[in-house]
């Protein structure tokens, strides 16, 4: 979780949480024992403020659109970008520092209560009226992109009644498309959890190359996180071991970058923000400030420089703290949640690329291979045909005014055994790139553990030759056993809505690879093993609440997930392993026979 918030002229705090908790085995354990885990999360509320902002200025609004249109067209002739002029480059009006609707101030520590994502909306209305007597109402294009951005509106949808029908339909067009998507292959890494000496779970982690500046571009490796909204990156300011570990960012050797302050007004070079940003997760802190300059997917050497590449801002961070960032290979991290998330569309990677892409089709995907060999993507301006196994079925974002790639959660199964928690329609689920485990919320564990657990063994008076007893033999054969692939397991259904199949994840998406050794209550001398499932509980405050659900690693790597910008949706369909390819394998990958919770089986099937 983060909260933004603007402490005066010298200072801005993001708090972040990072849920997780560390799930540990141990020989003999408790029902509640089991939910302590460790788990890398980067999940943003939208940004608070303490003050009010008026609407900006037309004549400044309209120097930044041609600024940007000018930007734009240098990047279609893949030529670097020259300085920055103060008089002819003025910022968007920033998200951080929202108005409240309906005349009421928003505090450091409660929510506004209207959208964030339409707060700016009455601040621009003299604006959009403005300039609808300077640009072409019927214009269409980066001026007319960037102008509906600056009024926290939304980019023209695609049709809200678009059916599969259409879409196959369309089939031809978006073949040829597929062809040309910018994609990044990401990579996979896990990090061992250990206790006492002892690896007890797995953290992992997926991701891929981008490259920032010009005329030298400089190569970083990031998570591609749609449970955020920053590009954040080491600074080569930093001092500390952690950013030593990784590659950092040179602002001086990028003719195209520049300073600026967190609502993006540009400063002259050699200057920096009288504002900071400060992130804290629930094991570590990034520090930094903010910096405009061009990013663009996959390495400087893969790249064309041209379409995946957009202008934005950038946070720079000048201290990384030793956790958890000197455990993970990837230098920084790439936000890919809505605007609401971010502190101003300008920080926006995908909406500032959509906006300076007019042609792109407002869309990305994600696909993550069955099995640490094959190649993981995340693909750029729509989605390949070719990944999914089933049709597409869309399914419309819950509150994106929050920021969240969330879905509303009609109901949970189990089996046949509907969970209370969600049997209103009430509960949601947050599609998140950036957690490894499926989430859960707290008050709901028990249910949930109690009804997907299976038992593989049971010792009525304990271990011996005796009536009722399990000889040594019997119990070690049973504690070999891998719970993934014994097959008696309930599945976990999420009821997405009517005439939508629902998500459906089998026990070998959610149980723990190795049965636990479990005392029986009531029962002195009694154990039995038993498989569990592998759930992250979570405490989520308001907005999001305590009834929301995050979809990770597990699910995504079971279904091909699409992400409508303009439409706010979220496409779904089975991925399609029977052509997974051949990818560089997994970083830190343990032995496939391993049974450490988090370790996919080398062999199981979808």
Not at 17 to 34: C, P, V, Y
Not at 226 to 243: F, I, K, Q, R, Y
Not at 436 to 465: C, E, M, N, Y
């Amino acid at each position: 979780m983060a909260q933004t918030s603007l402490c005066g002229a010298s200072c801005m705090v993001m708090t972040a949480m990072l849920s997780g908790l560390l799930l540990a085995h141990s020989s003999k354990s408790r029902m509640e024992e089991m939910d302590q885990t460790e788990e890398t999360s980067f999940l943003a509320q939208p940004p608070i403020t303490a003050s009010t902002t008026t609407a900006p200025d037309v004549a400044s609004a309209l120097a930044a659109l041609k600024a940007a249109q000018q930007q734009a067209q240098q990047f279609s002739q893949k030529a670097p970008l020259p300085p920055p002029a103060e008089s002819s480059l003025v910022a968007p009006a920033p998200a951080a520092a929202r108005n409240v609707a309906d005349g009421k101030e928003s505090s450091g520590s409660v929510l506004p209560e209207s959208p964030a994502a339409a707060s700016t909306a009455s601040a621009m209305t003299s604006t959009e009226s403005a300039a609808a007597t300077v640009a072409p109402p019927a214009a269409r294009g980066l001026a007319a992109d960037l102008m509906a951005l600056l009024a926290g509106a939304k980019l023209k949808p695609v049709d809200e009644n678009q059916s599969n029908q259409s879409n196959q339909s369309n089939h031809s067009d978006q073949t040829a498309a597929q062809k040309n998507l910018p994609t990044v292959k990401l990579t996979k890494q896990y990090v061992p959890i250990d206790k006492n000496g002892v690896v007890i779970a797995y953290k992992t982690a997926y991701f891929g190359k981008v490259h920032v500046g010009s005329p030298q571009p400089q190569d970083f490796t990031v998570v591609f996180d749609t449970g955020s909204a920053h590009l954040v990156l080491p600074s080569s300011a930093c001092e500390s071991e952690t950013c030593k570990l990784h590659r950092s960012f040179n602002e001086t050797t990028s003719e195209s970058c520049y300073p600026i302050e967190h609502d993006g007004t540009p400063l002259p070079r050699g200057e920096a923000s009288s504002h900071s940003v400060s992130i804290t997760f629930g094991t570590g802190k990034v520090s930094g400030t903010f910096v405009r300059d061009q990013a663009c997917l996959g390495g400087s050497l893969q790249s064309d420089g041209k379409d995946g590449c957009t202008f934005m801002n950038v946070v720079v961070a000048k201290e990384m703290s030793d956790q958890p960032f000197s455990l993970f290979h990837f230098d920084g991290i790439l936000g890919l949640g809505l605007e609401a998330l971010a502190l101003g569309p300008g920080y926006s990677f995908f909406g500032q690329m959509v906006a300076q892409h007019p042609a792109m089709q407002p869309r990305f995907s994600v696909f993550l291979a069955r099995t640490d060999q094959g190649e993981s993507s995340i693909s750029f301006g729509g989605h390949d045909e070719t990944k999914a196994a089933s049709d597409v079925h869309w399914v419309p974002v819950a509150m994106p005014e929050l920021g969240y790639w969330q879905v509303q959660i009609q109901s949970v199964r189990m089996g046949d055994v509907v969970l209370d928690d969600c049997a209103d329609g009430g509960c949601r689920a947050i599609l998140d790139t950036g957690t490894s485990l499926l989430g859960a919320p707290r008050q709901a564990i028990k249910s949930l553990h109690q009804h997907l657990s299976r038992d593989v063994l049971l010792a009525p008076q304990g271990t011996g030759f005796g009536e009722d007893q399990v000889s040594p033999e019997a119990g070690k054969e049973a504690a070999s056993k891998d719970c993934r692939l014994l097959g008696n397991g309930a599945p976990l259904t999420f009821d997405l809505g009517p005439g939508i199949p629902g998500i459906v994840m089998e026990a070998e998406d959610y149980f723990r690879p190795k049965p636990f050794n479990m005392t029986v209550p009531g029962k002195p001398g009694a154990w039995k093993l038993s498989c569990r499932s592998l759930l992250l509980p979570l405490d989520l405050e308001a907005p999001l609440g305590p009834r929301t659900f995050i979809l990770g690693e597990p699910v995504l790597r079971k279904y091909y997930t699409i992400y409508d910008w303009a439409s706010r949706r979220i496409g779904f369909a089975t991925a399609d392993h029977s052509d997974d390819g051949v990818g560089e394998g997994a970083v830190g990958a343990p032995d496939a026979s391993s049974m450490v919770a988090g370790v996919l089986h080398c062999c199981s099937s979808t």
